[in-house]
C-alpha cells in the first residue's frame, strides 16, 4: 500500500526544488516512491581501480589520482574544453570535461580525483582521453561501490546520488515491508557486490508478478466469466471453405486452425494471438474464421494498419466470397456517413483505423481480427472489442517476437503459431551491393523482368519526415525511368497518394502492367505479389533489422527464386551487423533475436505503438528466467485463491498503473 508520506512530490526533497522536478519528471520521477525506484541498473566497483599505465581505450573505465595541470581551451563559438591531467605512480591521463568551463574553479594541482567516463585515443593528439562521465573528489573514504543511475540533461550523477541519499535517510522507513527496504537500500548503497544481484531478483520478482497477475486475472476474466457467441464448424462447412481456395493448408496452419475452431464453439469468446513469419499465410486462417462466423450469422471484422494492405484483403476476400456474402471495406479515404450506415449489417468488413470510430456500428459483430497487431496499440484493440458483444479476437503477427516479450506484452492471450511456409518456398537470396556496384544489380534486374518477373525498388528512410521520403521516392521513380530502365514500365506507391491511386497502382501491378513498382515503407506489411521476386533497398543500413525482414518478405512468396539486393554503405558496427544477419538467415526468429540484441525490446517494437510496458526494475530480456517463475507463482496464487488473488490486484492495481502511466509519459520525452 502506498503511504501517504511515500507520495509527497518530489520537488519538497530537500535539495530538489521546483526546477529539479522537472527534470526527474522527464525520468518519470514525480514522488518520493518514484525516487526510491529511481533504482541504477549498473554499478561501478570501485574497490579494486586500475593503474593508469593500464588503461585502453574502452567504453568505461575509473581513474583515480593527482591533478597535475589544469588547462581550458575556448574554441570559437561557445563550446569549450577543459582538461585536467591526472597521475599516478605509473602515468597520467587527460580527464576532459566539454562545455563546463565553470568546474576549472573546483580544482587544484595536487587534488586527488576520482573521474570515470569513457576512454578514447584523441583525434587531434592521439593521446588516451577519458570523457568525464562522473567525477569526485578522493577523500579516502569513498564508496567503494558506486551506482550508475540513468543520464539526464541537467542532473549530474553526483547530485543524482546526494537527492538519493536524502530521499534514503528521510524517506525509506516509511516504506511498510522490510524486504522492499532492505532490497533498495542494497542497490542504491551497496556494501558488496554480492548484495546486488539478489536484491534486483526480488523487487523483479515483485514487480513481475503483479504484472503477470493482472494479465491472467483479465484472461481468467475473459475465458470464464464471458460468454461468447457459440460458431459452429460443421465438417460440411469446413469442406466448403476447403473448395474455395486453390491450395491445402500447411500442417501448421492445419493445427492453428484447430485451436481457432475450439474456441469459436466453446461459447467463450476467444483471444488468440497468431503469430506466424512473413509468408506464411496467416490471411487464409483469419478468412476461414471471418467464413465461420458469417455462415452462424454473424459478422466479421478484419482489421489492417494500412489502406494499402486493407484493400487487398478485401480485393481477395471480395473474390473469395463473390456471390455469398456481402464484403465491403472502410477506409478513412472512403468512410461517408452512408458507407457507415452500410456495415451496420453487412457481413464481413475490413478496413483501417476508421472503423475504430465511434459512428461505425455493427448489429451482430462477433469476430475482430486484427492484422499486423503490432502496428496497433492495446487501447485500439479494446475499441473494435467494444463493438460487438464479447466478440472472438483474433490478432495476427509476422513479428517473431521472443517468448519473453510475448508473455509481456501478449500474457493476456492464447497463442498459436504457424511455424512452416507453404510448400516450395525458396529462401530469398539476399546479397550486399556497395553503392558503387549498383549497375550489376540494374543488369540482373533487367534479365528478371525479361523472364517475367517484377520488382521492387524500396526507397531510402530519408529522415523522420514523410516529405523528404516522399521527395526521395519520386527522384528516384523519375531517375529510373528516363536514365535506367526506359524500355520498362516503372510505378510509383507512397504514402501519400490518394487511396484510389493506390489502389489503380496496386492493381496495375498485379495485373503485370508495372515492371518495377518504387515505393516508401508503405508497402512494408502484408502486401502480397507472388510474381514480385526481386527487391533492391537503397539506403538499406538506414532501416532497421526486423523492418528490412518485413521488407523482404514481400518477395520469395510464389515458387520461383527470389534475390534482395541491400544497396548501401554502412557505416557503423550496428550496421553491418544488421546486413550480416539479413544476408546469413531468413528466419524471422533468428532476426528478431538479433535486432534484440543491437536494440533492445522497446525500440525493436517500437514501445509506444505496441504498448511494451516499462518495468521500474525488472528486464523483461535478461530477467526472462524471473518473469517465468512470476508467471508460475502468479498462476498458482489465482488457481489456490481465486479470490485472494482477485483481492491483492485490486488493492496494488492502482500502484502498477500508475507507475506504467509515468514511465509512459516519460518515454514520450
Ligand atoms: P502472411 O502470413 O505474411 O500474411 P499471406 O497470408 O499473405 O502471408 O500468404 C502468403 C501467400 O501464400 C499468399 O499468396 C497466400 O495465398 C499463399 N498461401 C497461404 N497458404 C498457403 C498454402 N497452404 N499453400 C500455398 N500457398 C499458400
Ligand atoms: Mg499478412
Redesign the pocket.
Known sequence: MSNSKLATPIQYVKGVGPKLAKIFAKLGVFTVEDLLYLVPREWEDRSNIKPIAQIRPSSFEVVKGEIRDIDVLQTRSRFSVLKVYIGDRTATIQAVWFNQPFLKRLFRPGMKLIVSGKVELSSYDHVLQLCVRDFEIDTGDNLKIVPRYPLTEGLYPKKLRSVIKTAIETFLGEMENENERQALLALHEPQAMAEIGPAREYLAFEELFMFQLGLLLRRKEYKEELRGRAIAAEPALLDEFRRLIP????AA?DRVLADILADLKSGRPMNRLLQ?????????VAALAAFLAVKNGFQAAILAPTEILAQQHYGKLAKLFEGMFKVVILTSATATDKKREELFDVDLVIGTHALLEAKVKFKRLALVVI?EQHRFGVHQRAKLLKKGVAPHLLV?T?TPIPRSLALTLYGDLDRSI?DEL??GRMPVKTYYVPKNKRSDAYEFIRLKVKEGRQVFFVCPLVEESQELDLKAAVDEARRLQNDIFPELKVGLLHGRLKGVEKDAVMKKLLSKELDLLVSTTVIEV?I?V?NATVMVIEHAERFGLSQLHQLR?RIG?GSEQSYCFLIGDPGSEEARARLKAMIETNDGFKIAEADLRLRGPGEMLGARQSGLPNFRVADIIRDEKILQSARAAARDFIERDPKGAHNRWESQKHTVENSQKKLESSALN
Open positions: 491450395f491445402v493448408f500447411t496452419q506466424g513469419d512473413v509468408g506464411s499465410g496467416k490471411t487464409i492484422d495476427m509476422a504457424i507453404p510448400p502484408g502480397d507472388p518478405g512468396r
